[in-house]
């Protein structure tokens, strides 16, 4: 496997690989990076859809990719995916998945017309005191010592920011400042964080760094992440002839060592008691009736298994019921434990899958069932929120919230069978152990009813109607999410397993946990990639895997980024204005002089 850019690997289509007539495909877990790399064979490798088969504990594909109605509590997701145009495997694979909402189009398809007429853009990014505006105003307020901290850790080398934390490399100005406001909702970052996962974004999305304060860098899908995504290439797949094999749960991986040849021998599960779908999971399976299954595996049975999970025991309240942290058995948790204790070389989960306090936050859906909530939404997004089109544009930050509350609207109907007079809100706290600021209790003891209240607090809603309209107007879905930060706690290399290990003949890891250097965590992008990767090397397909996005290499995008950061004051030169005079002739005879100009860097000193 190798990778690749431009035209010419992009467009180009792989021979059959040798031997893949004689070859059969088992995925663990139902999430996107299973069914791309699914897709990836049949596409790419030409592997016949019968041949593969998916194994999932829970009862509907997505993984963390959700988006359901559940009976009795109404909308939940759990999370959104926000997206970008250099998602190059993501758009490699949608480029094939026919869309379910416009005949003849592929879900990229759909996708690109939809955000070239309705681009993304927040008009409101922060709010305090009760729904006023936090008046960030589109600035990074990076002090000098802070612009240097965020150059030294840009520059560093990833060996120097293993293990560390982000407050361990960032001061406190740079802790201080709208930028860390932006960055750590935006991502999920807390400040114990991997200062190594800091910089690998800082990277990756360098080229974004003007749109950071704004959310004009990022693309959305029509419907929630489970009907524009998972959906369509669920039907695709299961139209190529894959197997899914619901109410499954792995157990185990059996493998055979011999010096540096491994391989997978068996796959072990049982069937049956599986959660419920829809967001609510419990550790174990315990609720029913099991039944042991596997199968054996020779050298041409592949093995791609999803290791860990950022939703695995997600528990749901409801609108008069709190959502409990649930510390119990999580099977995918487990089931890495298990194969990780067999080679040095796959990886070490409780890095990341032991520390609930540190990776734990909760977030809600509200539905609001009537106008008189969304007016409150609408004086901040200053949006129609019933247009269709984009409403808040991403997150609204409570700046002043004890529990650091962000909330977002997307285009409205969220869900296809959402009533037209109704709008669905997500909301999540990163400080949920906190007590609220008008709910005097911490968000995590919170029943959906009292979230509300909290949300229309910040929102500028009169404390008298509060309880009426938290009780009334609205319909509540708390979820607690004990791992879903758990990829962000510090590491260093091997803690997580390479896609395919050295010495591997028919396995790989896939998922937010299997190591790829070539992309950042917690994206769509990411699951993709790993999939893409296990898929080409374990068939060796001729074709590049489209290489990251280069932008970190290049000059005319570090200088954007470097005035952007200073809040486009340009640099000043110092001494006597005849040196710099000359300084600046020299400087524009040359294209680093235009480069610099075109970048803001250079002031016009006269």
Not at 122 to 149: I, M, N, P, V, Y
Request: hydrophobic share 40%.
């Amino acid at each position: 496997m190798y990778y690749s850019s431009g035209n010419y690997e992009a467009f180009a289509r792989p021979r059959k690989p040798a031997g893949v007539d004689g070859k059969t495909a088992w995925f663990v877990g139902a999430g996107l990076a299973s069914m791309a790399g699914a897709a990836f064979l049949i596409r790419d490798g030409q592997l016949a859809g019968d041949k593969i088969t998916i194994l999932e504990r829970l009862k509907l594909p997505g993984g963390a990719l959700d988006g359901i109605k559940e009976p009795r509590k109404g909308f939940v997701i759990r999370g959104g995916r926000e997206m970008e145009n250099h998602f190059e495997c993501l758009w490699d694979l949608f480029r094939s998945i026919p869309s379910i909402e416009i005949e003849g189009a592929s879900v990229l398809d759909e996708f690109y017309w939809l955000n070239k007429d309705d681009p993304n853009y927040s008009l409101q990014r922060a709010t305090e005191k009760q729904g006023q505006d936090a008046h960030t105003d589109g600035l990074f307020t990076l002090t000098d010592r802070a612009q240097k901290d965020v150059v030294k850790v840009f520059l560093a080398t990833r060996e120097q920011m293993e293990g560390k934390r982000i407050d361990e490399v960032f001061g406190a100005d740079f802790l201080a400042s709208n930028f860390w406001l932006y960055w750590r909702t935006m991502f999920a970052f807390e400040e114990w964080h991997s200062a190594l996962e800091m910089k690998l974004y800082l990277h990756r999305f360098i080229h974004h760094i003007g749109g950071l304060p704004d959310f004009s860098a990022l693309k959305f899908t029509k419907y929630n992440q489970y009907e524009s995504l998972v959906l369509p290439l669920y039907r695709w797949l299961l139209d190529q002839g894959v197997t899914f094999r619901f109410d499954t749960e792995v157990t185990d991986i059996e493998f055979a060592f011999e010096g540096d040849r491994k391989q997978a021998t068996a796959i072990r599960w049982r069937t049956g008691g599986s959660p419920e779908a829809g967001g609510t999971e419990s550790g174990g399976t315990e609720s029913g009736d099991t039944e042991p299954g596997g199968v054996d595996l020779g050298p041409d049975d592949l093995v791609l298994a999803t290791i860990g999970s950022l939703t695995e025991n997600s528990v749901d309240g409801d609108h008069h019921t709190p959502a409990h942290l649930d510390e119990g058995p999580a099977p995918a948790w487990d089931l890495w434990r298990r194969v990780a204790a067999k080679d040095p070389a796959f990886g070490h989960p409780d890095v990341f899958g032991g520390h609930i306090p540190q990776t734990k936050w909760e977030s809600a859906t509200v539905t609001t069932l009537d106008a008189r909530i969304p007016r409150y939404i609408e004086q901040i997004c200053k949006r129609d929120a019933f247009s269709g089109k984009v409403v808040t544009g991403g997150i609204v930050t409570v700046r002043d919230s004890a529990w650091l509350l962000s909330w977002t609207v997307n285009r409205q109907p969220h869900f296809k069978q959402q009533p037209k007079d109704q709008i669905v809100v997500w909301l999540y706290g990163l400080f949920p152990e906190a007590p609220g600021d008008h709910v005097a209790k911490p968000m995590q003891d919170c029943t959906g009813e009292e979230i509300v209240q909290e949300w229309l607090f910040h929102l500028g809603v009169p404390v008298a109607d509060i309880p009426e309209l938290a009780a009334e107007a609205a319909r509540c879905v708390p979820v607690m999410m004990p791992y879903v930060t758990s990829f962000f706690m510090p590491r260093k290399a091997g803690d997580r397993p390479d896609v395919v290990p050295e010495g591997a003949v028919n396995f790989a890891f896939i998922g937010q946990f299997a190591e790829t250097s070539r992309d950042c965590i917690f994206t769509t992008e990411y699951s993709v990639r790993t999939g893409m990767e296990a898929a080409y090397r374990l068939l060796d397909i001729e074709r590049g895997v489209p290489e990251v996005f280069n932008s970190t290499y290049d000059i005319r995008t570090l200088l954007e980024a470097t005035t952007r950061l200073r809040d486009d004051d340009p640099l000043h030169l110092p001494g006597p204005a005849r040196l710099r005079d000359r300084v600046l002739a020299r400087l524009d005879a040359t294209e680093v002089g235009e480069l610099l100009r075109d970048a803001g860097l250079i002031a016009e000193d006269k």
